[in-house]
């Protein structure tokens, strides 16, 4: 299910469109929960920790990237993922909660609630063990006093590495003495001494957080982690339980930075677009304003070198436009006057003047993020099957560590002290960090490098979902050709009518549809018209109209044998046209069809190339068009597609689909999200190109093609087949280690410390390799 005005309304997220999908995403309610959201309510509590011992001050949020509308929140013990998510947990019945988004880095979190519902909101965070601190008021800036703090802010954030390492250092330092086996009760007195001041400085928020889970009857990390450095230290371990603590800490520091980077990766492209805006003035005179600030309809001007501040229809100039940004195309585009321009794209030749057809906040750079902010929100299969096994695994290791303290003295040859240390072991084992963040971090960083390429996934099961496609229904105009069909042959049939007359009726009807045939014999045949009354659409076949009191009807070769009137002449001159690929409309009264029109589009130079790439991926194209089946069999040959269906009607294009998935199993549908709804619901994936252009496209789509390369749909499918990889790899690489130190600590020598390092070093690993999905390119 997709949210139908997240991209035209990105902050206040409206109700979902009514473009469903048996397979959707799992959202039960409207703010989606994030990447490592969602975990079962014990998963949640196992996995998150202290960034640092007493939680350094963040940076002040960018109040600019606060969502209008939105309540900003400092939360000052959310340290990670999942913290996140029990936040999220909570929240989930809280009737009235619209979006959330959260950054990690900074402690924040933006809420949007409908009126009356934060104060529920507020309770329920507090319920569950945070405590929420306003920041700012409803989408407004920050107050200057965060501002000006915020050399002071950078600051704490250095203390508070410096912590860190300090505990580190005296950690080590504890350790060493015990290493060398110095006697006697001064060093002992300075072992402890060093192992105290190190869990001091590291641990103080993990054991505050960790006795507020247990209070609350919930087994967290923290709690796991507060529980197994006490009793290391009771038992005497003191360099173990401080060891612990410190690396703990560290490891907690860099997870929880480097999920940020994979969350807030596609927010960088907000830095492309230029803070000011140069406007034209009453006077004519150019004032640089706020960009901002900027109305609609006002008149910017940009030079050579600079980029485009917002989006616009170019009045003046010509230039050619680096769009990579925003439609992930290497080669510059030419513009010229009614061009469309983009905000983030950068102008390289001349100067142009353009008209803002988009306010900063509505460009289509901040509907792309935006729309991948809301992706990061759902959750992807493979993700909702590590949340349901965390939320079993750390309880049943639990209560392995507790079987293993209390019975393997009566079974085994091991003292208490033995078996409650590696009981302690287990604990430190227990928490599932890497299992849980191995998903989310893949997924937002393949979402944000699909998004940097000109691809815009809606979330993680469409990105899942693509690698299972087996066939592909691909549209012909628009989608495998330019869509910018040219009138080439016009001819009066009934020559008891004139010419000029007939011709200039076409025109008038022709001028009222939008369909880019209808454009193309409206723009090549000039001359004076009259107005068209009584427009009618006539789905799959053309339209129908009234000029000068007389009805006329406007369509295709199917619509004319419905109604009676095709000849045998008829027929011969049609198939002449069909046969060189050309699209013919014919105009007839009610008994007569009075003249042809023959429209020929061509072929874009990437669908060739296209084809064969999903064929070598072993999908297999579809052309289903409402065009007549010889000019759809030209166009398919040319490109290297052997299905060619034409003459379909939308309801036609629908049942093509299910037999498509009856014979090759998963099957996308590409469309325009207008004519081919019911194809586009009833594919599992729904792709439109041409996405930067059109804002119905980017609202109806499961994937958009943000510009018209075709070549998009099989790197979408790659990046699916390499972001699952990468899912598989990371969960194994956590379970395995898990594996491995489950059986030393039992069987083997596995030290607390070890087990600790082992755990943290697991959780960046699959970071890191998550993190590898954002430097792809193809």
């Known amino acids: 299910m997709t949210n139908e005005n997240a991209l035209k309304q990105p902050a206040t997220h409206a109700p979902h469109a009514p473009h469903v999908h048996s397979h959707g995403e799992d959202h039960a309610h409207d703010h989606a929960p994030s990447p490592a959201a969602h975990a079962h309510s014990h998963a949640a509590d196992a996995c998150c920790g202290s960034s640092s011992a007493q939680g350094p001050i963040p940076l002040a949020p960018d109040a600019t990237d606060v969502p209008k509308g939105a309540l900003l929140f400092r939360i000052p013990t959310m340290d990670c993922a999942v913290e996140e998510s029990e936040i999220r947990r909570a929240l989930e019945p809280v009737a009235g909660v619209k979006a959330l988004r959260f950054r990690l880095g900074e402690r924040t979190m933006a809420i949007t609630t409908d009126d009356g519902a934060l104060p529920e909101a507020l309770a329920a965070i507090r319920k569950a063990g945070f405590k929420p601190e306003p920041l700012n008021a409803a989408g407004g800036p920050a107050s200057g006093t965060q501002a000006a703090a915020a050399p002071a802010q950078i600051a704490g954030m250095s203390v508070g590495l410096v912590r860190l390492i300090a505990a580190l250092v005296l950690a080590v330092a504890a350790e060493s003495i015990s290493f060398m086996g110095f006697e006697g009760k001064a060093f002992m007195a300075v072992e402890m001494g060093l192992a105290l001041a190190a869990i001091g400085l590291a641990g103080l928020d993990t054991y505050k957080k960790g006795f507020a889970a247990l209070v609350r009857g919930r087994l ?59 406007v034209k003035q009453p006077d004519g005179s150019w004032l640089a304003v706020m960009a901002n600030a900027v109305p609609l309809d006002a008149v910017a001007r940009i030079r050579p070198g600079e980029r485009v501040p917002l989006d ?22 030419d513009k010229t006057v009614g061009d469309q321009v983009f905000a983030g794209t950068i102008n390289q030749t001349a100067a142009l003047e353009f008209r803002v057809t988009a306010v900063a906040s509505n460009t289509t750079l901040a509907r792309i993020i935006h729309a991948v902010e809301e992706a ?21 290791v639990f209560v392995l560590a507790l079987a293993v303290a209390v019975f393997t003295p009566l079974f085994m ?3 208490w002290l033995q078996a409650l240390y590696k009981a302690l072991v287990l604990l430190v084992i227990a928490c599932p960090c890497a299992l849980v963040i191995s998903t989310p971090v893949t997924v937002v960083s393949a979402l944000a490098s699909a998004a940097r390429r000109g691809i815009l996934i809606k979330g993680g099961t469409y990105l899942e979902e693509a690698r299972k496609l087996k066939a592909i229904a691909l549209d012909k105009t628009g989608t495998l050709t330019e869509g910018k069909p040219k009138l ?18 076409a025109a008038s009807i022709a001028g009222r549809s939008d369909h880019p045939v209808s454009k193309a014999i409206a723009q090549g045949l000039p001359g004076p018209r009259e107005e068209a009354g009584d427009f009618t659409a006539l789905p799959g076949r053309g339209v129908q109209a009234t000029v000068a009191g007389q009805a006329y009807v406007l369509g295709n070769h199917r619509l004319i044998e419905e109604r009676g009137l095709c000849t045998p002449a008829l027929e011969a001159e049609l198939k002449t046209h069909e046969e060189a690929g050309r699209t013919v409309t014919l105009l007839a009264s009610s008994t007569a069809v009075l003249a042809l029109f023959a429209v020929a589009d061509t072929i874009k130079p990437s669908s060739k190339a296209a084809v064969a790439e999903l064929l070598a991926l072993g999908v297999v194209p579809v052309m289903l068009t409402g065009d007549n089946v010889a000019t759809a069999r030209t166009i398919g040959a040319h490109a290297g597609i052997e299905d060619v269906r034409g003459n379909l009607l939308p309801e036609e294009k629908l049942e093509a689909i299910k037999a498509m998935q009856q014979r090759y199993g998963a099957a996308a549908m590409t469309g325009d999200g ?14 439109a190109m041409g996405g930067a252009g059109t804002d119905t496209a980017m609202e109806a789509a499961d994937v958009v093609i943000m510009n018209d390369d075709l070549r998009r749909i099989p790197e979408t499918i790659r990046l699916s087949r390499r972001a699952h990889a990468v899912l598989w790899q990371n969960i194994s690489l956590a379970l395995g280690i898990k594996v491995v130190f489950f059986v030393l600590a039992v069987f083997g020598s596995a030290t607390m410390w070890m087990a600790v390092f082992a755990d943290m070093g697991a959780s960046l690993l699959v970071v890191a390799n998550g993190l590898r999905l954002m430097r792809s390119s193809k």
């Open 674 to 687: 207008i004519n081919d709804a019911p194809a586009l619901a009833q594919a599992d994936i729904g792709f």
């Open 220 to 278: 967290n990390i923290n709690a796991l982690m507060a529980v197994a450095v006490t009793g290391a230290f009771v038992i005497g371990q003191w360099p173990e339980a401080a060891m612990v603590m410190a690396l703990y800490a560290i490891a907690e520091l860099i997870e929880a930075r480097a999920v940020d980077r994979a969350r807030n990766a596609i927010q960088s492209l907000l830095a492309l677009a230029p803070e000011q805006a140069e």
């Open 376 to 396: 990061q929100g759902s959750r992807a299969p493979t993700q909702r099957f590590v949340d349901r096994f965390a939320s079993i695994y750390t309880p049943t």
């Open 312 to 333: 616009g229809i170019v009045t003046a100039g010509a230039s050619a436009i680096d769009q990579a940004p925003v439609t992930g195309e290497s080669i510059p585009v």
């Open 488 to 505: 080439v042959a016009s001819l009066l049939l009934d020559t008891s009518h004139d010419e000029a007359a007939v011709f200039a009726t």
């Open 413 to 415: 040859d091991w003292t």
